[in-house]
Nanobody, 128 residues
């Protein structure tokens, strides 16, 4: 079992950048694929980005392609989501989740139910 822990959220202005981090408890970090989901008030939880245990493949939601970058450091045991050119519509609670691998099927990969392990989330607020 693995427990993701997120950090790095905050309040920024449109156009700013922010970097989220995700670590996991225990010594199993390198064997898990890690993903980011986000949930805005009144909306469903949506897939943002995912990275397999080895660093690839990597997947992004269309809404963040070209602005967000997901990376992981298996030595330091931390995964990052670099978010650039933030927009007010990026405002949400961002969750890190883990599973043994990433589905190649986009529908399954984008389903919150596909991931058994979740962090508590970190708030990102982007103001105009």
């Amino acid at each position: 079992q693995v427990q993701p822990v997120e950090s790095g959220g905050g309040l920024v202005h449109a156009g700013d950048s922010l970097r989220l981090s995700c670590t996991t408890s225990g010594r199993t970090f390198t064997t898990y694929a890690l993903v980011w989901f986000r949930q805005a008030p009144g909306k469903e939880r949506e897939f943002v980005a995912g990275i397999n245990w080895s660093g690839g493949p990597i997947y992004y939601a269309d809404s963040v392609k070209g602005r967000f970058t997901i990376t992981r450091d298996n030595v330091e045991k931390v995964m990052y989501l670099q978010m650039n050119d933030l927009k007010p519509e990026d405002t949400a609670v961002y969750f890190c989740a883990a599973d043994r691998g990433l589905y190649t099927d986009a529908v399954r990969r984008s389903s919150p139910g596909a991931y058994p392990y979740w962090g508590q989330g970190t708030q990102v607020t982007v103001s105009l």
